[in-house]
């Protein structure tokens, strides 16, 4: 039920956005193209209550709640808050394998289960070697400045070492994106240039080095530089395409940032807009859109991000996610548009009738109710559960 004077009711456009979000994949980590990052070491060394080197005592087997663990003999104590065991002592870690000889044991202060005793300590063992042994000691404490930090792992990012490359990779994808560009001077566009295009180079990472390059390009002062960049990005965009096209969400977006809103339309011209394109390179546009409307409204106009989302209404595979992401954005004046998604998709797709019905819905504009009254004509069964499956109650 609307309000008087238009103004859509706050808690159904609050709704209809909780509803809908689970259509809308969102990001794990920072870095909304980098997936599930998990914890890095320097997380799990500084929220340790003891950190220390261990030799592998035993075989790993299967512990009481079914996850695999492993005895370690205590060697070395490198830091330690509570009161730790004594050198040469066995403890039992958490494995994600089995661990042939070296690890690093990290053991987090549990709850006890009285008020008087000392807390338990669960341990975990990550292997290493020397090389890993002294970067868990050197990495720097989470509490200083977040770029200051990333300085530090930019230098890192593909290491030889193959346990400090994915450490410093989790590192940038935990990072807020305002700490990545304060950063940006560290980061290598020749060595970054290269990544994007190689193949041999794991695919959750390409994304990160794509957004990366942007922010190499968009940041340097060399107008060389710049272009070398840019031309990376567009190598790899415009590279032919396989099933899959890892990273491709952050490539975009890297020329999203190093181009602003001339950005947009090198995207248009390479045919990512129209439906005839790949349903999975819609996602990663739509993605990039998503990351452009939270990030960059600082050089692409809102208005730009809003009629780029509005242009793939037409496209099956992404109409339900632009819809959501019209609404988040406010965008109300795109009432005809979404409604004719609804006569031209909705038909067939639950999803898209679901986002139809909530924008509508939540729309403050006159239009909008009139939509609705023309889809309830039309079509009211299809209309009702659309709005109840939106959780939102019967506009009128």
């Keep these: 039920m609307r309000p008087a004077g238009g103004v859509p009711s706050r808690t159904a456009f609050w709704m209809f956005l909780l509803a809908m979000a689970a259509c809308v994949a969102a990001p794990a980590s920072a870095c909304p193209f980098c997936g599930t990052v998990g914890q890095s070491l320097a997380q799990r060394r500084d929220a ?13 087997a299967a512990d009481a709640t079914g996850f695999l663990s492993q005895r370690f003999r205590i060697d070395q104590l490198i830091r330690h808050k509570s009161a730790p065991p004594a050198v040469g002592d066995a ?7 089995p661990v042939a000889g070296t690890a690093v044991l990290f053991a987090t202060a549990t709850a006890s289960t009285t008020v008087d005793a000392a807390p338990d300590l669960w341990w975990s063992a990550v292997a290493a070697d020397e090389t890993l ?6 990495v720097p404490d989470t509490s200083q400045p977040a770029a200051e930090r990333l300085r530090w792992f930019a230098s890192r990012l593909e290491h030889p070492d193959p346990a400090i490359a994915v450490d410093a990779f989790t590192e940038f994808g935990l990072a807020a994106f305002p700490d990545v ?18 193949p041999g180079i794991d695919a959750r990472r390409r994304g990160l080095y794509g957004l990366l390059l942007g922010v190499a390009a968009n940041t340097t002062h060399d107008p060389a530089v710049s272009r070398d960049c840019l031309d990376a990005l ?57 990351f452009a409307g939270e990030s960059l409204g600082a050089t692409i106009p809102r208005e730009r991000i809003v009629a780029a989302t509005a242009a793939l209404l037409s496209s099956p ?28 998709l909705g038909v067939d797709d639950a999803l898209v009738r679901r986002a139809v019905a909530g924008y509508l819905s939540a729309s403050p504009q006159p239009a909008a109710k009139q939509e609705l009254d023309r889809i309830r004509a039309q079509s ?3 209309l009702k559960r659309a709005l109840d499956a939106a959780a939102l109650p019967a506009a009128r």
């Design 48 to 60: 340790a209550s003891i950190v220390a080197v261990g030799e592998a005592w035993g075989t790993a």
């Design 91 to 97: 403890i039992p870690a958490r494995v994600a394998g």
């Design 133 to 138: 042994l002294g970067y868990v000691v050197a």
């Design 181 to 198: 560009c304060q950063a940006a001077a560290a980061l290598d566009p020749v060595r970054l240039s290269a990544w994007v295009n190689e």
């Design 234 to 290: 567009h190598r790899c965009i415009e590279s032919p395409a396989d099933d899959f096209r890892a990273g491709f969400d952050g490539m975009l977006a890297g020329v999203l940032v190093a181009e602003g809103a001339q950005g947009l339309d090198y995207l248009k011209e390479r045919g990512l807009y129209d439906r005839s394109a790949r349903p999975l390179d819609q996602r990663h546009l739509l993605a990039a859109l998503r």
């Design 317 to 344: 595979a992404v109409a339900a996610d632009a819809i959501i992401d019209l609404a988040r954005y406010q965008a109300w004046d795109e009432v005809a548009a979404v409604a004719l998604a609804w006569d031209a």
């Design 380 to 382: 009211p069964e299809l």
